[in-house]
């Protein structure tokens, strides 16, 4: 039912934008402006009815549904008590990457030993934190934005930071699939500025091609985790040979 008020609220915005009010669509219609009127309010609108009024507009009814996804709030980020919420729980964690990576439910389960009712619980926890919409059948949609992140220096940041950075580096880095790059220098305050924004413009083109990525079969896509970090070079392990 939300699907439906949403998509009927769209129409009303497209037919305005348009310039057409209900009596040009009673006409197209072959209708009465009243009849057209309770339509609307009653929300009894026939997908063929659908599809004439938006031949009206010179639409298509999937160019309707493409305005009315992106006019939906979207989220950017979770609050601080949100992000700590999902990482107490290590289950609600993986399957909020999981969905953040596009897997099915399906998928999901046929990766990770976890119960049916479990993994639902998990989406329906999601569903009101308004990261997913969990849909008829189990389907997932995402809503959140898509420069969407977790919160800098946040209880997830640090989770990872945490628990995964040692694992992160044990690698040898040494495989086709892995890459290793550490290189020192000495920047002007300008220069170290500009290299962020490269830095930051990398990691745009990295979510892009995830996006890009997200239709195809998971069997096709492998998991990658992308650090990029830049900081002074003063480490602890020089601090003793400082003469000041």
Same mark, same amino acid.
């Given at each position: 039912?939300?699907?439906?008020?949403?998509?009927?609220?769209?129409?009303?915005?497209?037919?305005?934008?348009?310039?057409?009010?209900?009596?040009?669509?009673?006409?197209?219609?072959?209708?009465?402006?009243?009849?057209?009127?309770? =339509?609307?309010? $009653? &929300? *009894?609108?026939? @997908? %063929?009815? #659908?599809?004439?009024?938006?031949?009206?507009?010179?639409?298509?009814?999937?160019?309707?549904?493409? =305005?009315?996804? $992106? &006019? *939906?709030?979207? @989220? %950017?980020? #979770?609050?601080?008590?949100?992000?700590?919420?999902?990482?107490?729980?290590?289950?609600?964690?993986?399957?909020?990457?999981?969905?953040?990576?596009?897997?099915?439910?399906?998928?999901?389960?046929?990766?990770?030993?976890?119960?049916?009712?479990?993994?639902?619980?998990?989406?329906?926890?999601?569903?009101?934190?308004?990261?997913?919409?969990?849909?008829?059948?189990?389907?997932?949609?995402?809503?959140?934005?898509?420069?969407?992140?977790?919160?800098?220096?946040?209880?997830?940041?640090?989770?990872?930071?945490?628990?995964?950075?040692?694992?992160?580096?044990?690698?040898?880095?040494?495989?086709?699939?892995?890459?290793?790059?550490?290189?020192?220098?000495?920047?002007?305050?300008?220069?170290?500025?500009?290299?962020?924004?490269?830095?930051?413009?990398?990691?745009?083109?990295?979510?892009?091609?995830?996006?890009?990525?997200?239709?195809?079969?998971?069997?096709?896509?492998?998991?990658?985790?992308?650090?990029?970090?830049?900081?002074?070079?003063?480490?602890?392990?020089?601090?003793?040979?400082?003469?000041?």
């Amino acid at each position: 039912m939300p699907q439906i008020n949403n998509l009927l609220g769209t129409l009303k915005k497209a037919l305005k934008s348009h310039g057409l009010t209900y009596a040009q669509v009673a006409t197209h219609l072959d209708l009465t402006e009243a009849s057209v009127k309770r =339509l609307f309010s $009653e &929300q *009894q609108i026939s @997908l %063929q009815r #659908l599809e004439q009024i938006c031949q009206l507009m010179q639409m298509e009814i999937s160019d309707l549904v493409q =305005l009315m996804n $992106e &006019q *939906q709030p979207q @989220l %950017q980020q #979770l609050t601080h008590e949100q992000e700590e919420e999902i990482t107490r729980d290590l289950m609600l964690l993986l399957v909020t990457v999981c969905v953040l990576n596009r897997w099915t439910m399906n998928e999901i389960l046929d990766w990770y030993k976890i119960s049916e009712h479990e993994c639902l619980q998990k989406l329906i926890k999601l569903d009101k934190l308004k990261l997913i919409e969990l849909l008829p059948r189990n389907k997932i949609k995402l809503r959140v934005a898509t420069n969407f992140g977790w919160r800098d220096g946040g209880p997830i940041q640090q989770f990872f930071q945490e628990k995964i950075a040692q694992e992160f580096f044990k690698a040898r880095f040494d495989n086709q699939d892995e890459y290793l790059l550490v290189l020192n220098g000495m920047l002007s305050p300008a220069s170290h500025k500009e290299f962020q924004r490269k830095l930051k413009r990398v990691a745009r083109e990295f979510d892009e091609l995830n996006n890009q990525d997200a239709g195809l079969p998971l069997e096709e896509r492998k998991g990658v985790t992308l650090v990029l970090a830049a900081r002074n070079w003063n480490y602890g392990l020089f601090k003793p040979l400082l003469n000041k």
